[in-house]
């Protein structure tokens, strides 16, 4: 069991936060799921949206959604899975989102990787623009991956037209006007645990900058757990640290954050919507 042993902030107040992206469904939590959930209900984590990577991933996140209260679930195929990504495939994805749209929120995590260079660019752009296609025939928003790959993100954006569902920009990594840019074609912001790092002065300044109706939160667990956890498996309740540390930067109090960008997840996602009923407590 991974008990927190750093003090939470205290969420005071009638204020809840949504974790927007988490990899409920990988290894790091199949020991211990139950317990990772009940620490985040515990400490006002009342959504979590898990993200599908590939199909079989999409489909565990499906299943996940319907078996935990409060966990929604996105599907795509990931930049670095894209070689499985076949015709059949992807019309699995479509048809798992549209007959679960109850539980399924979005559409990704897809996009551009240019860190890792698993698969050569020009395959990651096709791929990146068929999903950003099939996430409008969903009528679902985007949850789009981007590592050094912002001027091409932009480009396809662009050329393949507006998307009516809206997005976010997964684990932010740009500077303030890549920032503005996103914003300016109705994209989401999302801030991960980074924001807690000493060396993230960029990604301050975007938290301090941008407006606050654009900002979500999320973990991207089980990475990039937030200081003092540093290095260690992340979780969703661990989107308290980096709530606090948004909030101190721009000046607002941590349940005026928590409010504030639960009701921007809430919007873009849908979420508003009730927890199917066979879901569990947990």
Not at 191 to 210: H, M
Not at 246 to 268: D, K, M, Y
Request: charged share 25%; net charge negative; glycine share 6%.
């Amino acid at each position: 069991m991974n008990e927190p042993k750093y003090p939470f902030p205290a969420l005071m107040e009638e204020a809840s936060l949504v974790d927007t992206h988490c990899h409920l469904d990988m290894e790091e939590y199949a020991a211990d799921l139950d317990d990772v959930l009940d620490r985040a209900h515990q400490q006002k984590v009342d959504r979590i949206i898990t993200i599908g990577i590939d199909f079989e991933s999409s489909k565990k996140a499906v299943s996940l959604a319907r078996k935990y209260r409060g966990v929604s679930a996105s599907v795509g195929v990931h930049p670095h899975n894209l070689p499985a990504a076949t015709e059949d495939v992807y019309a699995n994805i479509l048809g798992l989102a549209r007959e679960n749209r109850d539980v399924v929120v979005g559409y990704g995590e897809i996009g551009l990787d240019y860190v890792r260079k698993y698969h050569p660019p020009e395959l990651q752009r096709r791929h990146f623009r068929l999903q950003l296609d099939m996430a409008r025939a969903a009528a679902l928003p985007v949850i789009i991956h981007d590592r050094e790959a912002h001027d091409d993100i932009l480009r396809i954006l662009d050329d393949s037209g507006p998307l009516p569902a809206g997005g976010v920009m997964h684990c932010f990594s740009g500077d303030y006007r890549f920032a503005s840019t996103l914003i300016d074609r109705g994209l989401h912001i999302s801030i991960p645990g980074v924001i807690t790092f000493k060396n993230a002065a960029s990604l301050q300044e975007v938290v301090r900058k941008v407006p606050l109706a654009s900002l979500l939160l999320e973990t991207d667990g089980p990475f990039l757990a937030p200081h003092p956890w540093r290095g260690k498996r992340n979780e969703p309740s661990y989107v308290l640290y980096t709530a606090a540390r948004v909030a101190e930067l721009r000046g607002i109090s941590l349940p005026s954050l928590a409010r504030a960008t639960s009701e921007n997840a809430a919007a873009l996602f849908s979420l508003n919507t009730p927890c199917p009923e066979s879901a569990s407590l947990s």
